[in-house]
C-alpha cells in the first residue's frame, strides 16, 4: 500500500510508524485511521518485524486526536474496526509496540499512547482528554485504560476536567516509562526497543499476551492455569531450545522468533 499520511518505515526487525501530517498538529482524519489500521495489521503479519515505533511527524505533536475541522465540514467521520489510529482496539496484537511522544498527544492522541506498551515522552509532551469540553467523550479507550494504570482519582481528575499535564508528571503518575530531552522522543524510543530486540521475540509476545489479558481473570492462580497460545508457541519454537543454549555455549543467541 502506498501511504499518503503516514510514514512506514523499516530498521532491521523495528518498523517505525509515524503520522505526517505536522500542518494540523497530526490529527487523524478517516484515511489517516485507515492508514494506520493497514500499516499495523502489516507489521502484526511480517514475521521479520518483532517491535514498532509510533510517533508523530515535526516536534510539535504526537497526535492532536481526532481532525475536527474535517468533522465540523461534514464530511465523513468513521473508524476503522481497531478504532482510533488503528492500535485503540486492536486487543490481539502480541508485539510490543511504543509510543515516541515528541509534543501534542491530545484525545485520541492521548488514547493512542495509553494503548501502547512503553511511553517515551520528550520533556515538552502535553497529554489530555479534552472531549468533555467540545462535547464529546474519550471513547477510544481513555475512559477505562488510564484508571487501570494510574490511581482512579488521579484519573478522575484528568478525565473529568481535560486538563493538560506534561511528560514529567506523567511519569510520575506511571503512565510515562521515560522523559527525554525535547526532539529526542524518537531516539529514546530505538534505546528501549533495542534492549527488547535482544531478548527473544517468542518469550515477548507470549510476556505481552498474558500480562495484557491477564487481567481479565479475577484470580492470579486462574491466569496462570489458563491456556495461552502464546505460550504454547514458545515453548514449541526455535528460540525455546536456543536461549538455554547460547547460555550454555556463553554467546549472543540467534533468535528466529519462530
Same mark, same amino acid.
Given at each position: 500500500?502506498?501511504?499518503?499520511?503516514?510514514?512506514?518505515?523499516?530498521?532491521?526487525?523495528?518498523? /517505525?510508524?509515524?503520522? *505526517?501530517?505536522?500542518?494540523?498538529? *497530526?490529527?487523524?482524519? +478517516?484515511?489517516?485511521?485507515?492508514?494506520?489500521?493497514? @500499516?499495523?495489521?502489516?507489521?502484526?503479519?511480517? +514475521?521479520? $518485524?518483532?517491535?514498532? /515505533?509510533?510517533?508523530?511527524? !515535526?516536534?510539535?505533536?504526537?497526535?492532536?486526536?481526532?481532525?475536527?475541522?474535517?468533522?465540523?465540514?461534514?464530511?465523513?467521520?468513521?473508524? =476503522? =474496526?481497531?478504532?482510533?489510529? %488503528? /492500535?485503540?482496539?486492536?486487543?490481539?496484537?502480541?508485539?510490543?509496540?511504543?509510543? @515516541?511522544? *515528541?509534543?501534542?498527544?491530545?484525545?485520541?492522541?492521548?488514547?493512542?499512547? $495509553?494503548?501502547?506498551?512503553?511511553?517515551? @515522552?520528550?520533556?515538552?509532551?502535553?497529554?489530555?482528554? =479534552?472531549?468533555?469540553?467540545?462535547?464529546?467523550?474519550?471513547?477510544?479507550?481513555?475512559?477505562?485504560?488510564?484508571?487501570?494504570?494510574?490511581?482512579?482519582?488521579?484519573?478522575? !481528575?484528568?478525565?473529568?476536567?481535560?486538563?493538560?499535564?506534561?511528560?514529567?508528571?506523567?511519569?510520575?503518575?506511571?503512565?510515562? *516509562?521515560?522523559?527525554?530531552?525535547?526532539?529526542?522522543?524518537?531516539?529514546?524510543?530505538?534505546?528501549?526497543?533495542?534492549? /527488547?530486540?535482544?531478548?527473544?521475540?517468542?518469550?515477548?509476545?507470549? #510476556?505481552?499476551?498474558?500480562? #495484557?489479558?491477564?487481567?481479565?481473570?479475577?484470580?492470579?492462580?486462574? @491466569?496462570?492455569? &489458563?491456556?495461552?497460545?502464546?505460550?504454547?508457541?514458545?515453548?514449541?519454537?526455535?528460540?525455546?531450545?536456543? %536461549?538455554?543454549?547460547?547460555? &550454555?555455549?556463553?554467546?549472543?543467541?540467534?533468535?528466529? %522468533?519462530?
Amino acid at each position: 500500500m502506498t501511504y499518503e499520511f503516514i510514514r512506514y518505515d523499516r530498521e532491521g526487525a523495528l518498523a /517505525i510508524l509515524t503520522i *505526517n501530517r505536522p500542518e494540523v498538529y *497530526n490529527a487523524l482524519h +478517516p484515511p489517516a485511521h485507515d492508514e494506520l489500521h493497514h @500499516a499495523l495489521d502489516a507489521f502484526a503479519a511480517d +514475521p521479520e $518485524l518483532f517491535v514498532a /515505533i509510533v510517533t508523530g511527524a !515535526g516536534d510539535k505533536a504526537f497526535c492532536a486526536g481526532f481532525d475536527l475541522k474535517w468533522q465540523a465540514s461534514g464530511q465523513e467521520v468513521r473508524m =476503522p =474496526p481497531t478504532s482510533f489510529g %488503528g /492500535i485503540a482496539k486492536r486487543d490481539d496484537l502480541f508485539k510490543p509496540v511504543i509510543a @515516541a511522544v *515528541n509534543g501534542l498527544a491530545m484525545g485520541g492522541g492521548f488514547e493512542m499512547v $495509553l494503548a501502547c506498551d512503553l511511553v517515551i @515522552a520528550a520533556e515538552n509532551a502535553q497529554f489530555a482528554l =479534552p472531549e468533555p469540553r467540545v462535547g464529546i467523550a474519550a471513547l477510544a479507550g481513555g475512559m477505562h485504560r488510564l484508571p487501570r494504570m494510574i490511581p482512579q482519582k488521579k484519573a478522575m !481528575g484528568l478525565l473529568l476536567t481535560g486538563r493538560k499535564i506534561g511528560a514529567a508528571e506523567g511519569e510520575k503518575l506511571g503512565f510515562v *516509562n521515560e522523559v527525554v530531552p525535547a526532539g529526542q522522543a524518537l531516539e529514546g524510543a530505538r534505546r528501549w526497543a533495542g534492549e /527488547i530486540l535482544e531478548c527473544s521475540p517468542m518469550s515477548i509476545r507470549c #510476556t505481552k499476551e498474558q500480562a #495484557t489479558l491477564g487481567f481479565k481473570y479475577g484470580l492470579v492462580s486462574d @491466569a496462570m492455569n &489458563a491456556e495461552w497460545p502464546a505460550h504454547k508457541a514458545l515453548v514449541e519454537s526455535e528460540d525455546y531450545v536456543e %536461549g538455554p543454549l547460547a547460555f &550454555a555455549q556463553k554467546r549472543k543467541p540467534i533468535w528466529k %522468533g519462530r
